[in-house]
């Protein structure tokens, strides 16, 4: 059976024959109706995270980006947030309301005068101005954003008062007629309709991310109405019907309502806006990963991906421990077995069998919006369970997917995002996306990439330190501000120092996972003799001064990763960056690396720095960081060739066989270095091929030649 078409495929079509941002919580109850709110005037309310967190993230305008490339590829999204007019977003929502477009034209892409999902684009890109001005505090940017809202208003009442057809319900706001919402209730399938719910959430979230980031309270208003509508609609409804609806492709694909009616429901303590979250359980998938059953194969992944935010959100509120347990599960199902190596999963939009990774390379992997909500999913577990192993594949995504997402040139009029991120041999990224999902989560993505650099513990009593990303904390409740210095991505020292503030405090240091070439700390100078493992925290314990200075050391290694189901597909990285060989060839190029090792059992004698930070040569070809964001063919992944059994200039003669459960002579060899000496070196390929015989890997003969060239080798260090 053929799959159905991918969105993307349909807009390619259509054209050839014509496109997280930190949370405010407030106590449920403790606060009026959002509908009670005057417009104006009214203070946001306290922050208070849920009490199941045992880490609380920092307000977005804590934290702000030192100069690098983070801050570089933030810049060009703040060009277009500033410039694209906001006229053009509105057009659809006032047409559908019968109000005066203006003479703007819609964006484009999906988001055209009769495209059905048709108002989506706007609520991301409410998200952007917010999330841009809660970085930045640009007037005009705030300006341009109470515009939005304001007139997102005036069409909420509009359609209210006099739409075509009437609402069923005041609260009702989208770019198109209820229609849609109406045919899937009677399991109308895509594309006649096109994700309605989808639709209403990025319009949603834009909205309350308006109120949380600005102060807007008119947005709180809207999106409360909003929130009365669902639960109108949806409340009425069998769960069994519900159950049906959510379950069809693409057609019932509803984004994270389930986590924006929960976060809503902590803005206003109204029950019925909690109800409405929960009727968005996707129960059999719900049930399956709750009992950590892996039903993936073959399921959308960013349909999917999304839920799970929301329903450990709905553990937050509810206590059902089904819920917490089910996204555990799922991020367990994707961030490994259904991982590429820069971070991203599934193929053509869907995801496949567990550990397809070689076998799924092509040009449609890891679509960029699937990574976006997968790093939202892994922020809300770290909150709960503070594991490095989410911040591992935090640090992942953000630096090889979405670092390397926005195209390195400046526009005003696209977001030139990618899509897809195809990890094939020599193919090329696709920029653009103007009105499409990952063009939407895409302008997002840029304007909040110190979310997760600094946490800090519920009691207050510790400092996260998640990404070596130059930045500047500020903590107003403990008087201090940190000031971390970094060239990020590139290698080097990071230095944190304490400009303001100081007491008692736990800092807390991730090693990351890659860091396997040492991990050292100092503080004003001198070596700390803490240590900790690659994958965990390392903790300094002090009463801290202004002018305290930590400098971190953790140097790169070139190392290469292998793809799940077949260990000769692999990938090349430098720490924690992936490089790619610049090639048209459009096969796997071959690399063979063991006959080129010293003692010292490393890639670096294969593997040279190119002069360029980042970029070296092998096999005659140039490596770049991925995070480099131009139209450039690359490969992602090589086919790595060992075939005999070779220790520098001398050869056994004897192939390289492998163990059964995938790792070759070389390899288990060399995962023993660096090797002191030439005769610990001989005794390792001695003990090792004695074991290769006694499995019957080695004829007696087989293993007396490879002891015989490693007598010949003369390796160096």
């Known amino acids: 059976m053929t799959q159905p078409p991918t969105r993307r495929g349909l807009l390619r079509l259509a054209a050839a024959s014509a496109a997280s941002a930190p949370l405010t919580y407030a106590i449920p109850g403790a606060h009026a109706a959002a509908s009670e709110l005057p417009a104006s005037g009214v203070a ?14 920092f307000p977005l305008d804590q934290v702000t980006l030192g100069e690098g490339v983070f801050r570089r590829k933030r810049d060009l999204m703040l060009e277009y947030a500033r410039a694209y007019p906001a006229d053009r977003i509105l057009a659809v929502f006032r047409a559908n309301a019968g109000l005066d477009t203006r003479g703007a034209q819609p964006p484009g892409g999906w988001e055209t005068a009769d495209g059905n999902l048709r108002g989506h684009f706007g609520g991301h890109f409410l998200t952007l101005v917010a999330q841009a001005y809660a970085d930045t505090r640009e007037a005009a940017l705030k300006t341009k954003l109470d515009y939005l809202v304001t007139a997102l208003g005036e069409c909420q009442q509009a359609l209210a008062d006099h739409g075509s057809p009437r609402p069923s319900h005041p609260g009702y706001l989208a770019a198109y007629p209820e229609t849609q919402f109406v045919l899937l209730e009677s399991y109308t399938t895509y594309p006649t309709i096109w994700a309605p719910y989808y639709t209403c959430h990025k319009i949603m979230r834009g909205l309350l ?44 694909e509803y984004g994270g309502m389930n986590e924006v009616l929960a976060d809503l429901y902590a803005l206003t303590g109204r029950a019925e806006h909690l109800a409405a979250a929960r009727c968005f359980d996707n129960t059999a998938l719900l049930d399956a990963c709750a009992e950590n059953r892996d039903i993936l194969d073959g399921r959308h992944a960013n349909q999917h991906i999304p839920q799970f935010t929301g329903y450990i959100r709905l553990f937050d509120h509810t206590g059902e421990g089904e819920y917490a347990a089910a996204a555990r599960n799922f991020w367990g199902m994707v961030a490994g077995p259904r991982t590429y190596s820069l971070g991203g999963t599934g193929q053509g939009e869907m995801f496949r069998a567990r550990n397809a990774i070689a076998a799924t390379l092509g040009d449609n992997n890891a679509e960029t919006c699937a990574t976006y909500n997968m790093l939202k999913l892994s922020r809300q577990l770290f909150f709960h369970t503070p594991d490095p192993a989410y911040l591992d594949y935090y640090e992942r995504g953000l630096t090889n997917h979405i670092l390397a997402s926005r195209r390195d040139a400046r ?15 020599g193919v090329v990224r696709e920029f653009g996306n103007t009105g499409t999902c990952c063009g939407g989560t895409g302008m997002e993505n840029h304007t909040k990439y110190q979310d997760s650099v600094y946490f800090r513990s519920a009691d207050g009593n510790a400092l996260y330190v998640n990404l070596y990303l130059a930045s500047t904390l500020r903590w107003p409740e403990r008087g ?8 990020y991505p590139s290698e080097g020292v990071r230095t944190l120092t304490f400009r303001e503030g100081g007491g008692s405090l736990d800092l807390k240091l991730r090693v990351p996972s890659w860091a396997t070439g040492g991990f050292a700390v100092a503080v004003n100078g001198v070596p700390q003799a803490a240590t900790s493992a690659p994958g965990s925290y390392l903790t300094l ?30 990938s090349l990285f430098y720490g924690p960056v992936l490089l790619v060989a610049r090639s048209q060839t459009t096969t796997f190029r071959t690399f063979s690396f063991y006959k080129d090792f010293t003692l010292r059992g490393d890639l670096a004698a294969s593997v040279k720095p190119e002069g360029c930070p980042l970029h070296f040569t092998t096999h005659g070809l140039t490596l770049a960081p991925f995070h480099i964001a131009d139209t450039a063919p690359y490969h992602a992944y090589f086919r790595r060739s060992e075939p005999v059994v070779v220790f520098g200039t001398a050869t056994s003669g004897v192939p390289n066989r492998a163990r059964p459960d995938g790792p070759t002579f070389l390899d288990v060899l ?48």
């Open 44 to 57: 946001l309310p306290v922050p208070v995270p849920p009490a199941t967190w045992a880490v609380h993230p």
């Open 209 to 252: 991310d308006a109120h949380t980031l600005t102060g807007n309270q008119q947005a709180l208003t809207i999106v409360s109405k909003m929130g009365d509508w669902v639960h109108s609609r949806l409340s009425r409804l069998p769960q069994a019907q519900l159950e049906r609806m959510w379950s069809i492709y693409i057609a019932g």
């Open 670 to 717: 060399w995962e023993r270095a660096p090797f002191a000496t030439q005769g610990a070196f001989l005794d390792a390929v001695r003990v090792l091929a004695d074991g290769w015989l006694a499995q019957g890997l080695f004829s007696r003969t087989e293993r007396d030649a490879v002891v015989a060239a490693a007598v010949r080798a003369n390796l160096r260090r």
């Open 480 to 487: 201090l501000v940190v000031e971390q210095t970094s060239d």
């Open 411 to 425: 526009s005003s009029d696209s977001p030139e995002v990618t899509y897809f991120v195809g990890m094939g041999p």
């Open 541 to 570: 314990s002090r009463n801290w001064q202004p002018g305290d200075r930590i400098t971190v050391s953790a140097p790169y290694r070139l190392r290469v990763e292998r793809a799940l189901d077949d260990p000769t597909v692999q």
